[in-house]
Each structure stands twice: as structure tokens, then as C-alpha cells.
């Protein structure tokens, strides 16, 4: 999903480069920085939004998994937006599900959140 949002963005881009001078159009080559921070921001918007409106992204949705606060509710924005940059900025903390006995990401033991099965 984050490869489509970004190609689209960057197509967009390109058109709108080639409307406004089409003689001398070459496709744009933005520098690495600002590719990496565009797609950070688009990773945390996706999954901060998804959270909030369904509880799940669509790899979520395949898996059956949801996340959760720790009342089984869907997490409101501000703790989505938290968490969503917390698996940005640490992805690695979410392998510590594979050693904790509850199977909780740093991210879900700090923010106080949870991944559960819904199959529905």
C-alpha cells in the first residue's frame, strides 16, 4: 500500500512537472532525504489512520489481527498517531513480541496498547 501511495504521489508530481513545461520534461529525481521523510510521513499517516478508523490496516485485515487499547477499543488518534510513529521510528521493537510472554511489542507495552485476533 505504501509503494502505491508513493508511486501515485510521484506520478502526480511528474504530471504536474510535465503540464507546466513539456518541451524540456524530464522525470523528477527528488533527493533521498526528502523520498525517505515523504514516505515516513505517508507510512504514519496510513497507519495511524487506519487504526483509528477500523482497528486494522489492510495486512491486518489478511491476518486477521486488530489493534487495540488496553480496553479493547479502537485507539483514538492521538494514540494511534504515537504508536504508528513509534513502529516508523523503532520498527525493531516489534519483534520483541517474539520473546515476551504476552506477545506485546515494545510499542504495546509502552502506549499500553494490544494486537488481537478478529476473524470477523
Known sequence: MLFALLGLGYLGLAGVVFVVDPVSF???APPRVVVVAVA?????????????ATGRTY???VLGL???DRRGRRLPFGKALLRALFCAVLPIGLLWTAVSAERRSVQDLVLRTAVTY???
Do not use: M
Open 40 to 52: 515516513g510521513a505517508v507510512l504514519v499517516g496510513y497507519l495511524a489512520k487506519s487504526w483509528t
Open 66 to 68: 486488530r489493534v487495540v
Open 26 to 28: 524530464r522525470f523528477p
Open 59 to 61: 495486512g491486518d485485515l
Open 118 to 120: 478478529d476473524w470477523h
